[in-house]
């Protein structure tokens, strides 16, 4: 780091890297009692690059937990101090502001502040996380070249250091950009290859297997293969913990409405509504009251869909509009509508 430590701050180090890798892995148990051995120890460090590398790592720690206000509170007061960064610390500042913007889902910035972080990364052992988010954020951004060029990076750095979890990742993400290119072949393939890899990982993540599961739903959702995706998405949403809960119960709702499952749909429908209003999450609030109007309320589709669908405008949610648009220019052009249909075309590829 450029300075003479005393053993307190080295020791004090060796604790803050093994708190980062903990969080790189999702290992929230461990994090918190990391963090509070931590918290416990910190007055006792000279370094001020030490201190400043625990300021940075606070950040990411509210990230992984999801409370996003936080972090953002965290953000701001660091970059009002104006503090002067070492290498290490200017990589975890631009990448950690770029992971707060990716859950934002402000992805665009996300790739600046990436961008920016790639020019301070190091480690070949780190490269395996910060290539699998850039490629994370490019996916988002409907960049699948890109996705899956910063994706196999990452899988060569993962496999280089024999990081099980992030293969599995790796695995999952290219796995995904081939679903965007609708070579459903080579996707399950991957898919696959992912579930394997986190079960031969050290330590097992159920969320990770959730994830693939959800995946594995979604291919078979956008083959029209719903009672296949029924199976999937059910065993997505009943793992523990499942970060992703909403989206995979969104899917398995519309499934099981798609496959005449009426009064299954209804139950995880009501279970949807009731949780993206208790999560105050208003993107779910809008998805499940459209999949009512679709299924259920059709009478009042048309207003319900206009009206959503300039939700997500405004939320610049590009994958929402463009998967809402799609289905509403297939409804009007069911109806002869041309005019309008040729308007949710452009609007869903845009």
């Not at 070249?145 to 990076?153: H, I, Q, V």
């Not at 709702?253 to 208790?278: D, P």
Request: glycine content about 2%; hydrophobic content about 40%.
């Amino acid at each position: 780091m450029g300075l003479v430590l005393s053993v307190t701050d080295k020791n004090f180090s060796e604790l803050l890297q093994d708190f980062y890798d903990v969080m790189k892995q999702e290992r929230r148990e461990e994090a918190a009692i990391l963090k509070d051995i931590i918290n416990a120890s910190k007055n006792e460090i000279l370094s001020e690059e030490v201190l400043i590398t625990f300021d940075l790592l606070a950040i990411r720690y509210q990230i992984m937990l999801g409370e996003l206000l936080t972090a953002r509170q965290l953000v701001e007061q660091f970059e009002a101090c104006g503090r002067a960064l070492s290498q290490q610390n200017a990589y975890f500042y631009h990448y950690f502001k770029g992971q707060l913007l990716f859950q934002e889902k402000r992805w665009k910035e996300a790739i600046r502040y990436y961008e920016h972080a790639e020019l301070y990364v190091t480690e070949d052992e780190e490269k395996a996380d910060f290539y699998y988010k850039l490629a994370h954020a490019y996916y988002r951004n409907c960049i699948p070249a890109l996705s899956t060029w910063n994706a196999n990076k990452a899988l060569l750095y993962a496999s280089s250091f024999k990081q099980q979890y992030h293969l599995a990742k790796c695995k999952l993400l290219l796995g995904m950009n081939q679903l965007e290119i609708r070579n459903f072949d080579q996707a399950e393939s991957l898919l696959y290859e992912a579930l394997d890899c986190q079960r031969s990982a050290d330590r097992i993540s159920f969320d990770l297997a959730s994830m693939i599961h959800h995946n594995l739903g979604l291919l078979h959702f956008v083959q029209q293969q719903f009672e296949k995706a029924v199976d999937y998405f059910d065993q997505a949403v009943h793992a523990t913990p499942c970060s992703h809960y909403l989206k995979s119960l969104y899917y398995l709702t519309e499934s099981l409405f798609r496959v005449k499952h009426h009064s299954e749909a209804m139950k995880y429908y009501q279970i949807g509504v009731t949780r993206s209003k208790n999560d105050q999450d208003m993107d779910y609030q809008w998805a499940f009251a459209m999949l009512h109007k679709q299924f259920v309320d059709c009478d009042n589709f048309e207003a319900v869909w206009t009206e959503g669908i300039a939700y997500y405008e405004a939320m610049d949610d590009r994958y929402s509009v463009h998967y809402y648009s799609l289905r509403m220019a297939e409804f009007y052009t069911r109806k002869g509508e041309e005019e309008k249909a040729n308007h949710y075309y452009r609007l869903a590829v845009l």
